[in-house]
């Protein structure tokens, strides 16, 4: 970044070489370091002229989110508090940060991670003694381990539920707990 002697000196030497190498070669034998592009040199005389500084305007910043767009992301996630928001932002027509900067910052909603639980059914506990009796004894043939594969990938069911680990809700206060009925028809 080029100090503000530094671009005044190429724009008097522009203003009287009209030459971009002239200016670069010279602010090199002045200041002894690596000269500014072309294109750096071109824009800070074109300024001058126009704007007779080179004085950095103010500049506009990011831009708002208006309050009718906060709004619609609240009637949005009032309505489905599960809708992603990249999907959100591809319903509303606006990009996915400033839905997300809405969800945090203005509304104060909280992504909330589902946790799923399992109904207990009274011979449950018989069948996970059964089971880990059952993987012991497996374990214990050589080649068993080297075929066992864990698996974090969503389970999907006929009844149109899909068991999910990456489910948010967005909301102001934590959801209920949510019951998952197990070995329900898949």
């Known amino acids: 970044m080029a100090s503000a002697q530094q671009k005044a000196f190429c724009v008097l030497q522009f203003a009287k070489d009209e030459s971009v190498v002239s200016v670069q070669r010279a602010f ?6 690596d000269p500014p592009s072309p294109k750096n040199i071109r824009r800070w005389y074109r300024q001058f002229e126009e704007k007779g500084c080179l004085c950095k305007g103010k500049t506009s ?3 708002r989110t208006s309050d009718e767009m906060v709004e619609t992301v609240r009637q949005t996630y009032e309505l489905s508090p599960r809708t992603s928001t990249r999907r959100a932002s591809r319903q509303l027509g606006m990009p996915h940060m400033p839905v997300w900067r809405v969800l945090r910052r203005r509304l104060l909603y909280k992504p909330y991670r ?7 059914r009274v011979g449950d506990k018989r069948k996970r003694v059964e089971f880990s009796n059952a993987l012991l004894e497996d374990m214990e ?3 068993f381990l080297s075929r066992l594969i864990f698996s974090d990938e969503a389970t999907f069911h006929t009844s ?3 068991n999910r680990r990456n489910v948010r809700i967005w909301g102001l206060e934590q959801p209920h707990i949510i019951q998952h009925e197990r070995d329900s028809p898949k």
């Open 28 to 33: 090199r034998r002045r200041f002894g370091i």
């Open 61 to 63: 910043g990011r831009p």
């Open 114 to 120: 589902l946790k799923l639980v399992h109904a207990l």
């Open 141 to 143: 043939v050589d080649t």
């Open 160 to 162: 149109g539920k899909v």
